[in-house]
């Protein structure tokens, strides 16, 4: 109604019946491909991506690439010279 669009209007865009329409505007059972037409036509196909699942590692995945992770070798410190000039 918002998009001042009929029932006629909007199925011909999707590509499906007005009867189809009709059963998803009362909350029927349809084909999830002529619900995800209709969200494309009103330009509502956002809601969508609720249903996105994140990229996640699992935690043993995790451990195992921290694991190979490749360690920095440290610098040899110089021991007498902290020992002899503490800088006062």
């Known amino acids: 109604m918002n998009q001042n669009k009929s029932q006629e209007q ?4 999707a590509g ?3 009867s189809t ?3 998803l ?5 349809v084909r999830m491909d002529s619900f ?3 969200l494309r036509v009103l330009d509502l196909l956002y809601i969508m ?3 996105t699942i994140p990229d996640q ?13 490749r360690k920095k070798a440290s610098s040899k410190k110089d021991k ?3 020992k002899e000039d503490l800088g006062w």
């Open 16 to 18: 499906i019946s007005r």
């Open 25 to 29: 505007e009362r909350g029927e059972v």
């Open 21 to 23: 329409l009709s059963l």
């Open 49 to 51: 991506d609720i249903f």
């Open 57 to 69: 590692i699992s935690p043993i995945d995790y451990a195992k690439l921290k694991k190979k992770e």
């Open 36 to 38: 995800i037409q209709v």
């Open 80 to 82: 007498t010279a902290s």
């Open 10 to 13: 909007i199925a011909s865009m």
